[in-house]
């Protein structure tokens, strides 16, 4: 099996660092190609106005200036175009990505690249508390459970068009209580806070705060699997279609 790794914290990233060990334990046959810098919220977008940037770290390990779908491009396309890898993981990310997280997130985004190029796709992500900040954020459970996730995602078959998205809770390893698969969440956006602070100069600056999770019954999104201490497993597709919408919106517009 041939794997390529990507992330959105970057070429340095500790959680890239782990998640390097955590796929040697299924293949020898590993690629490296990050962004050189943190991307974090860069989602899907591609760099078109300047000039990518390739520097070779070492064997099969590149850094790209440029976002996470640029690295994933460049890998793809220019760096192993004739040994195309046969899965995609992108992370560890530190901090969560979950509900709309994937809109946004870099993390992600290098997964959803891999998908619209036909080749197998997981992002991982390590959820921390407020308490952990930078590259204090605790890792272990994530290093504990992704060798048991991944083993069981990349045997499975998955529909072309579709990646998977993969959060581990700040939890301790022992205290995590299993792994479920659950739907992709949303977030209270009527609660949305947005912190007002002022500068030295006099200057107001501001911070997003996010909202709090809508709940569901019986608690099957992945806001809810994580916050019940649990890995939360998302399959994701790109057709953003919204089908039950395509007849009614036909019928308004027949005869045009």
């Not at 590993?30 to 106005?49: D, N």
């Not at 390739?54 to 396309?77: I, Q």
């Not at 956006?189 to 100069?201: A, E, F, L, S």
């Amino acid at each position: 099996m041939r794997i390529l790794l990507t992330n959105d914290d970057g070429v340095n990233a500790p959680g890239l660092k782990l998640l390097e060990e955590v796929a040697r334990q299924f293949t020898d046959d590993l690629w490296i190609v990050a962004p050189s810098e943190e991307q974090s919220g860069t989602g899907h977008s591609l760099t078109l106005t300047r000039p990518v940037r390739l520097r070779k770290l070492g064997e099969k390990h590149f850094a790209v200036a440029g976002t996470p779908t640029d690295a994933v491009l460049m890998a793809l396309f220019h760096l192993m175009p004739d040994q195309r890898p046969d899965v995609i993981l992108s992370g560890i990310n530190r901090g969560a990505n979950l509900a709309e997280d994937v809109t946004y997130s870099g993390t992600v985004s290098a997964a959803m690249e891999g998908a619209l190029a036909g080749v197998r796709a997981i992002a991982l992500s390590q959820v921390y508390a407020r308490e952990g900040m930078g590259d204090t954020v605790p890792f272990a459970a994530a290093q504990a459970w992704a060798p048991k996730v991944l083993a069981q995602l990349l045997g499975a078959d998955m529909p072309a068009g579709t990646l998977t998205n993969v959060n581990f809770p700040a939890l301790a390893p022992d205290e995590v209580k299993g792994v479920r698969v659950v739907r992709q969440g949303i977030r209270d956006y009527g609660r949305t806070r947005i912190v007002q602070r002022t500068d030295p100069r006099g200057y107001n600056y501001y911070w997003f705060g996010l909202g709090p999770s809508v709940e569901t019954p019986g608690h099957m999104t992945d806001l809810e699997a994580v916050a019940d201490g649990y890995v939360s497993v998302t399959p994701l597709h790109l057709d953003l279609t919204h089908e039950p919408s395509l007849g009614a919106l036909a019928e308004r517009f027949a005869g045009q």
